[in-house]
Nanobody, 119 residues
Framework: QVQLVESGGGSVQAGGSLRLSCTASGYIFSTYYVAWFRQAPGKERQMVASVNPTNRGKSYADSVKGRFTVAQDNAKNVLYLQMNDLKPEDSAKYYC????????????WGQGTQVTVSS
């Protein structure tokens, strides 16, 4: 079973940066979609960024384009989310997730890491 562990969350002032890490239990990047989600209290869960395993193509939510960047370290089985120019509305619990390419829903989830951005 795939296991995912997030780290790197914390508190930062608006305009600051954080880098989140998601460590996978094995090499999955060739066969699994991997993604970052976030959820703030009282709001729907939102996909922030994802990576297609077939071509490493990256997608971003409109709200984070130009500020967030997702990257992979294949040797370490780590997925990163570099977050720059953070805004208070970015405050949420961030989750790493993965799904096998043949599945329609994300199967595996980390337990999340909290990001809090103050004005």
């Amino acid at each position: 079973q795939v296991q995912l562990v997030e780290s790197g969350g914390g508190s930062v002032q608006a305009g600051g940066s954080l880098r989140l890490s998601c460590t996978a239990s094995g090499y999955i990047f060739s066969t699994y979609y991997v993604a970052w989600f976030r959820q703030a209290p009282g709001k729907e869960r939102q996909m922030v960024a994802s990576v297609n395993p077939t071509n490493r193509g990256k997608s971003y939510a409109d709200s984070v384009k130009g500020r967030f960047t997702v990257a992979q370290d294949n040797a370490k089985n780590v997925l990163y989310l570099q977050m720059n120019d953070l805004k208070p509305e970015d405050s949420a619990k961030y989750y790493c997730a993965a799904r096998y390419y043949g599945r329609s829903e994300y199967q595996y989830w980390g337990q999340g890491t909290q990001v809090t951005v103050s004005s």
